[in-house]
T-cell receptor, first 110, second 115 residues
Framework: GDSVTQMEGPVTLSEEAFLTINCTYT??????LFWYVQYPGEGLQLLLK?????DKGSNKGFEATYRKETTSFHLEKGSVQVSDSAVYFC?????????FGTGTKLQVIP | DVKVTQSSRYLVKRTGEKVFLECVQD?????MFWYRQDPGLGLRLIYF???????EKGDIPEGYSVSREKKERFSLILESASTNQTSMYLC??????????????FGPGTRLTVL
């Protein structure tokens, strides 16, 4: 079945540091890939998406590229802010359902 | 603005009680989902529904049931709450689209504590 593996957290960074959160997936077909973000006390919201190989999703300074050859969708940001502190979930979608990773907590300190 | 609402943000119940968690979406979405979120386990799918009166088991349906009598409303029922059902419950909805692209829209969650 489908699965998503993302790096363990928590990740602690200083403000303006470079962020990478690794995500790899296993799927039977050609899934769409997502990053969701969950701020404290809230539900998940979509951060970015990519629907086919080599697509790059981007939003709010975050980027991720759909790499079919390495089955990866790593999240990056060049300069994180305190307001980026949240839990980040990598996910894939096939056949109307979504499979989520376990989440990576990011804490950005001033 | 799209919206998914859940009936309670926080709920405390006693072991053995029947618990109803309600979810309403205003986007006319066909698909609705119930997840539970636990530390270190991420989101696990309990039940989902592709249409009114339809339901499908997810990965962890034991101890839960669901009801979808109207398109906009999807209820999760704990027939006899137990302490291991203490968790954050998240409802989501999505449109029925062709292909695999299927963004889900989430409610704010209900934190349920069973004593």
């Amino acid at each position: 079945g489908d699965s998503v593996t993302q790096m363990e957290g928590p990740v602690t960074l200083s403000e303006e540091a470079f962020l990478t959160i690794n995500c790899t997936y296993t799927a039977t077909g050609y899934p769409s890939l997502f990053w969701y973000v969950q701020y404290p006390g809230e539900g998940l919201q979509l951060l970015l998406k990519a629907t086919k190989a080599d697509d790059k999703g981007s939003n709010k300074g975050f980027e991720a590229t759909y790499r079919k050859e390495t089955t990866s969708f790593h999240l990056e940001k060049g300069s994180v802010q305190v307001s980026d502190s949240a839990v980040y979930f990598c996910a894939l979608s096939e056949d109307q359902k979504v499979t989520f990773g376990t989440g990576t907590k990011l804490q950005v300190i001033p | 603005d799209v919206k998914v609402t859940q009936s309670s943000r926080y709920l405390v119940k006693r072991t053995g009680e029947k618990v109803f968690l309600e979810c309403v979406q205003d986007m006319d979405h066909e698909n609705m989902f119930w997840y539970r979120q636990d530390p270190g386990l991420g989101l696990r799918l309990i039940y989902f529904s592709y249409d009114v009166k339809m339901k499908e088991k997810g990965d962890i349906p034991e101890g839960y049931s669901v009801s979808r009598e109207k398109k906009e409303r999807f209820s999760l029922i704990l027939e006899s709450a137990s302490t291991n059902q203490t968790s954050m419950y998240l409802c989501a909805s999505s449109p029925r689209l062709g292909g695999s692209y299927n963004e889900q829209f989430f409610g704010p969650g209900t934190r349920l504590t069973v004593l």
